[in-house]
């Protein structure tokens, strides 16, 4: 397959077409934004960290029977991804009042939640990505019932099967976000999982190993992905 033209570049991936229009190549890049990118800077080789990161974690969800774009790694910043028509909502996941909840709720940060909450998102960089529900969804044409009720199924798996996961490597997965498409008519994860789309906290010392700690300026950006992707790699790699 031969790499062609760029079709897309985000915030934190760049996004090219092939000659077999069923696939994609998505390149990782080394580009931190927040603040909907009113911050930026460079966290070093964040792309090809994030790159591995995603890839395992793929993995690991293909193995547990959930379906992905992910066909395979080709070096250290481009994977080989199915070309999904994407679903313009996005899906957070929280299972800890952390960022934004806790901000809208006025709670401190670390409460455990009884159940997940899942929130839903509208895609639109120009409007912020507003927040919004099933009905929002229904009504503009975005999505239908069967497939807001799939995708919710499968985020609530999925949160299970990475929980447990990271749980097991000494880490708390304080919320994070999905994105899914359609490919054969069927719902299938897309994007990445990475500290860039996860809140990652270490069980005993609470320390944030994600991009908060680019986010609130506290420093050791690098080590604290380096920390997620050791830890991943020593049990999955």
């Not at 190549?25 to 080394?30: A, C, E, L, R, S």
């Not at 509208?122 to 799939?150: C, F, S, V």
Request: proline share 2%; hydrophobic share 40%; glycine share 6%.
């Amino acid at each position: 397959m031969e790499k062609r033209e760029k079709i897309y570049e985000g915030k934190a991936k760049q996004i090219f077409a092939l000659d077999d229009e069923a696939y994609l190549i998505m390149v990782y890049k080394d580009e931190a934004t927040a603040f909907d990118g009113s911050k930026k800077g460079i966290i070093e080789n964040k792309g090809i960290i994030n790159n591995r990161i995603s890839c395992l974690l793929f993995k690991l969800l293909e193995k547990e029977g959930i379906e992905t774009h992910f066909i395979k790694q080709l070096d250290e910043r481009q994977v080989l991804v199915k070309r999904l028509q994407m679903l313009p909502v996005e899906v957070v996941l929280r299972n800890v009042v952390a960022g934004s909840l806790a901000q809208r709720l006025g709670m401190e940060e670390g409460r455990e939640l009884q159940i997940p909450i899942i929130e839903l998102y509208y895609k639109n960089d120009d409007l912020h990505d507003p927040m919004i529900n099933e009905y929002h969804a229904l009504a503009m044409g975005w999505a239908t019932r069967e497939q807001l009720e799939e995708v919710q199924r499968l985020s609530l798996r999925i949160n299970q099967i990475l929980r447990d996961f990271f749980a097991g490597i000494g880490l708390i997965l304080v919320d994070f976000k999905l994105e899914f498409g359609l490919y054969d008519e069927q719902i299938v994860l897309g994007d990445e999982i990475s500290p860039d789309s996860c809140r990652l906290w270490d069980q005993v010392s609470r320390e944030k190993l994600d991009k908060d700690r680019f986010r609130r300026d506290l420093g050791g950006e690098v080590e604290a992905y380096q920390e997620v992707v050791r830890r991943i790699e020593e049990a999955l790699g």
